[in-house]
Structures are given as C-alpha cells and as structure tokens.
C-alpha cells in the first residue's frame, strides 16, 4: 500500500488538517483535496471513489469525514484498515469527551498529525501499531527525564533556601555593624574633643585605624560586616533619626560623666550640645503596648514583613501570614464556621443537564427548546478504572437521542443498560471526568419547558410599564437561584418599583437592567408577579429578556442501580449528583 496523505475533512467539504507522506506541492494537495467532496454521492454504498490518478478511502466520524488519499495500485484491504485506525484516533484524542467536530479536531490537530505519523511512516507504508501503542509512543514518557527533572527542581529548592538563609545573616550584620560604626565615630570624635586623639587613633575609633573595629567605624569593611563610612554618616543621620535618637539617648548621660572626668581640655561633651530631648526621643521612638499579652515592646518589628517582600523580590510567591482570630471571650469577633466540603467516593457519577429555550415575548410561545445531558464520570482510584455501572432512565422515549461514548460497548448498554468497557484491559482514564452518556432533546412543546416567563411593557403618559411574571410548568423540579435580567435602556434614572410579589427586585446601573430575583420556586410557590416604571422608551428596549436557574433534578430521570467491577463483578462503593442548568434561556 501506498497512503500519499491522510486529512480530516467537514461534510461540507472543509479542510481541517492534513498530512502528506510523499513530496508533494501544496497546490497539488489542495487541488485533490478540493475534488473530493464533488465525487461523493449520497446513493453510493461503498466508502471509496477512484479518479485517473488517486484513489480516495474515506469513513465518517460523526459529521466528519476521515480521508486517505492513495495510489490506486495500492492494496484497499490495508488502505480500509489503516483508515479504520485512524479514525478510532480522533475521539481517543479530543479534548471533550470523545466529542469529534470540527472545534475538538482543530483544538487537537498537532496530537491527531502526530499519531498519523504512528501510523503511516514517510513514504505511505503502514506500521504494525495498535491504538495503546501508539497512545505510548505520543507520550513520549522518560523515566530518565523525570529523575532530572526532579533533581534540578531539588537543588533549585535548595539554592533557594541558603539564598534566603544568606540574606537573613546579611541583613542582621549589616544592622550590628551600623549600630556599631555609627558608635565608634561619635566615640573618636569626643575623644578628640577631649584632647585624646592620639589614644582614639590607636584605638581605631579617630579619622583612620588600622584594626578591624577602627576600620568599621569609619567605613572599612571588617570580616562578615558592613560598615559605614564617615562621608555617608550626615546622610544617614537624617536618614535614619529614629535610631539616631535612640543612641543619642543612651550617650547622653554617658557622655555627661566623660565631661568631669576628662574636663582638662574643656571640650566633654553634655546633652544640651548633641542629645536629643526627651520629648523628642520619646516622639521618635515610641513605646507601644502589645495587645497580645507579651509586655513592652519598642516600636513595631518588620522582621516578618522583610523577609516577605526579600522572598517576593526572589520570585516566590507568598501570602501574608494570618493573623489568628482573637478568642470570643477577649473581645474580639469569633471566627466564621468552616463550610464541610462535599464528600465523594472513588467513584462519583454526576448527572448534567443544560437547558436552552427561545420564547415568543408576544404572550411566551416556544420558539425553540434544546435539552442536552451528559452522565459524567470520574474515578479518582486506578483500583477501580475497569468498572461497570448500572442505569435505568424511567422516562426515557424517543424524543431523547441517546449515545455513548465510543469505547462503551454498545450491545451490552442496549441491552442491559449497564455502561461497561468494550476492552477492560484499557481502563477510565484516573483523576478526570469522562462522559461516558449523552443525550439530547430538540423540541417546540411547551411540556419541555420548565419555567414560563412573559414580558408586558405597555406605555403610559410619560412613563413606560413593565408587567413580568412567571409560571413554573413542570411540578416535579424545584429551581433555585433563578435570575430574570430587563435590560431598560435608561441610563442613571432608576427604575420605580411598583409591585413585587415574589423575591426581590434591583437595579443594576453598570449594565442598565432591572435584576429579579427568586431564590426558590416550587409547586409551593408556582406564580409571581413584578411591576416597575421607568422614563418613556421604547417597548423593544426592554427585550431580549434572559433567565437563569439551576435544580437538583434533571428531565431525563436516570438513576444509578448500582457499580460493579469488570472482572470480579463486586460492588464498588460510589458517589452521585445531578444538576440541571440554562446555557441560553430568553425572550426575544
């Protein structure tokens, strides 16, 4: 056999993708791929159409079609079993389900190119490789890669962390050494003062030193420390006043004594010439009170606010740390109670429906009613990947298109209605819903709908009136959340309420629609009414109206009669919910 190019096509004729496996021009691909929706005959019974040159092999997949483009010497045995693989690839690789159409073969279009290079090698051959193999082969899975990459991450991790350590002994040194060198200096300067600058250079606290103390003081840089230099000291004076105050505060009265003891030169040093007074050191450096029972502390710590914004500047992304909640007894509010989290089984089933409808708004006929339902599962234990479950659909008629997934065995849900795997040794994929069940329903009875919604504007003297009110037509759903949304058109006048019999109404100025609000309608509470004004518009200003609800109850009433393994045929423990919902409900 000789495949000259594989491509996946519309029914209408539209390209997707396509991939040749001989050398072949652009124009000429087009020019073959352009011809064939024209050979095609809705009469013909065979999946294969000849020309003088090539000979096309194609298979629908849903509204698709699947194309091989081959010699016509080629064998047409292999080339309908080579096309029989290919298109069992286009629902293993989309991205919805097993959905195939043209949105999913686009979304997927470089995996589906890559496993027809799985399939077909460059020249048109055929290899002998199955669906699983070539699952393995696109993978492309290296334990050798992971074990790399799990290193690099490691010392990554590690770097990080000493980088972090580094920073946090840097900035503590460099506040000692400030503390320390900003001491010093004052030290040689009323040293000198004093008439002792010869003792002050020996000592390494007067304008040079040559020991590592002198040489902090006065800007050199000593082991593990960072100094500060004499030229930046005014700078950082001003800079940094509360600390300065605070030293000032303590040399003071120190300074006071150096004043008689040395007072032969005449020059100490007394806190009216260079302290602070206490009014000011008591501004500069407050002492504050601690809430949380700790005693006194000076000042407000930034350690912790530091070190997060130096992780912020690395990189990492962090979270201020909580503040716990106060006890109820001490004053302070107690802490909201924690929602429980839903709890479900390694096996949960769910029961999604989507409901779109289109009505009238001349007295709310139906227009166009859409139903669509998928029975999703997921298992989160790989024990539990070959299973089968067991439905049962009470209500279900010929109104709903029921189908399932593809690699579910048709006969057995036909005729059992139990969903089981064609090949148990490939099992549900772990840790992702699949849906495994899907229905329809297109219709224009009202029996279909579940909630009726009519709209009145009528126009009086100046003003216009809006009349809405609902009617829930199927008693056995309770729906809740539900949201009528009237657009108005009026800008930043508010609309009037006139009467609201049920729920609350509300005015939303950014998108200039009146919000009616329901929390729950039941059999209970089947009917409301709602009336507002507004300034005169136009009646078509009021549409298209939108409506929105969700329930716990589906149309399609499936229920789960229980799960069991594939093999063993034991029970297995699960977990199920449903919910129905609107996509598009409205009044046009």
């Given at each position: 056999m000789v495949v000259?190019?594989?491509?996946?096509?519309?029914?209408?004729?539209?390209?997707?993708?396509?991939?040749?496996?001989v050398n072949f021009s652009r124009v000429r691909i087009e020019g073959l791929l352009a011809s064939f929706p024209k050979l095609i005959s809705t009469d013909q019974q065979h999946t294969y159409v000849e020309t003088d040159n090539v000979r096309y092999v194609y298979q629908p997949v849903e509204s698709l079609y699947v194309?091989?483009?081959?010699?016509?010497?080629s064998n047409i045995v292999e080339d309908l079993e080579t096309l029989r693989l290919l298109g069992k690839i286009l629902p293993e690789y989309s991205p919805r389900y097993g959905v195939v159409d043209e949105e999913t073969v686009l979304e997927a279009s470089f995996e589906i190119?890559?496993?027809?290079?799985?399939?077909?090698?460059?020249?048109?051959?055929?290899?002998?490789?199955?669906?699983?193999q070539i699952a393995t082969f696109t993978e492309m899975?290296?334990?050798?890669?992971?074990?790399?990459?799990?290193?690099?991450?490691?010392?990554?991790?590690e770097a990080k962390e000493e980088m972090k350590r580094k920073a946090a002994v840097i900035r503590s040194q460099k506040g000692d050494g400030d503390r320390l060198g900003v001491f010093g200096v004052e030290i040689g300067r009323v040293m000198q003062s004093a008439g002792l600058g010869g003792l002050a250079k020996d000592l390494g606290l007067g304008a040079s030193g040559g020991n590592p103390a002198g040489a902090m003081a006065m800007g050199g840089t000593a082991p593990g420390r960072s100094g500060i230099s004499s030229e930046s000291f005014a700078a950082q004076q001003q800079a940094a006043a509360a600390e300065q105050a605070l030293?000032?505060?303590?040399?003071?009265?120190?300074?006071?004594?150096?004043?008689?003891?040395?007072g032969g030169g005449g020059g100490g040093m007394s806190s009216s010439e260079y302290g602070l007074s206490s009014a000011a050191r008591s501004s500069a450096a407050p002492v504050t009170a601690s809430t949380g029972g700790k005693g006194m502390a000076l000042g407000k710590s930034k350690k912790q606010d530091t070190m997060l914004a130096?992780?912020?500047?690395?990189?990492?992304?962090?979270?201020?740390?909580?503040?716990?909640?106060?006890?109820?007894?001490?004053?302070?509010?107690s802490a909201a109670p924690v929602q429980p989290?839903?709890?479900?089984?390694?096996?949960?089933?769910?029961?999604?429906?989507?409901?779109?409808?289109?009505?009238?708004?001349?007295?709310?006929?139906?227009?166009?009613?859409?139903?669509?339902?998928?029975?999703m599962l997921r298992v989160s234990d790989a024990a539990f990947g070959a299973i089968r479950i067991s439905v049962a659909m009470?209500?279900?008629?010929?109104?709903?298109?029921?189908?399932?997934?593809?690699?579910?065995?048709?006969?057995?849900?036909?005729?059992?209605?139990?969903?089981?795997?064609?090949?148990?040794?490939?099992?549900?994929?772990?840790?992702?819903?699949?849906?495994?069940?899907?229905?329809?329903?297109?219709?224009?009875?009202?029996?279909?709908?579940?909630?009726?919604?009519?709209?009145?504007?009528?126009?009086?003297?100046?003003?216009?009136?809006?009349?809405?009110?609902?009617?829930?037509?199927?008693?056995?759903?309770?729906?809740?959340?539900?949201?009528?949304?009237?657009p108005t058109h009026t800008g930043s006048t508010s609309p009037k309420l006139v009467d609201c019999d049920a729920g609350a109404f509300s005015y939303n100025q950014r998108i200039q629609s009146v919000v009616w609000s329901i929390p729950r309608i039941d059999q209970s509470s089947s009917q409301g009414n709602l009336e507002f004004t507004t300034p005169l518009v136009d009646s078509s200003s009021f549409f298209p109206v939108a409506i929105s609800f969700m329930s716990r109850s589906t149309f399609l009433q499936l229920s789960i009669n229980g799960v069991a393994g594939a093999a063993t045929n034991e029970a297995v423990k699960y977990s199920a919910d449903s919910s129905l919902s609107t996509d598009n409900y409205m009044i046009e």
């Open positions: 000259l190019a594989a491509a996946v096509t519309s029914k209408s004729g539209k390209l997707l993708l396509s991939r040749q496996f194309l091989l483009i081959t010699t016509k010497s190119i890559c496993s027809f290079d799985e399939v077909i090698d460059w020249g048109g051959g055929r290899e002998a490789v199955n669906l699983q899975y290296s334990h050798e890669e992971r074990l790399a990459k799990m290193i690099e991450e490691s010392k990554m991790q030293m000032s505060g303590g040399m003071s009265g120190g300074f006071g004594g150096m004043d008689g003891g040395m130096a992780m912020r500047a690395e990189g990492e992304v962090v979270d201020a740390l909580p503040v716990p909640a106060r006890p109820s007894g001490a004053g302070g509010a989290a839903i709890s479900t089984e390694s096996v949960h089933l769910s029961t999604v429906e989507k409901i779109s409808a289109v009505l009238n708004r001349d007295g709310g006929d139906v227009e166009n009613i859409e139903l669509k339902g998928d029975l009470a209500n279900a008629s010929s109104e709903f298109q029921i189908r399932t997934h593809p690699n579910i065995d048709k006969a057995l849900f036909t005729s059992s209605n139990v969903l089981g795997l064609k090949d148990p040794s490939r099992p549900f994929p772990v840790g992702n819903p699949l849906g495994i069940l899907r229905w329809r329903v297109q219709s224009k009875e009202e029996k279909m709908l579940p909630l009726r919604v009519t709209c009145w504007p009528s126009e009086t003297g100046s003003e216009s009136q809006v009349n809405l009110e609902f009617e829930l037509l199927a008693p056995a759903l309770e729906l809740r959340d539900v949201a009528i949304t009237i």
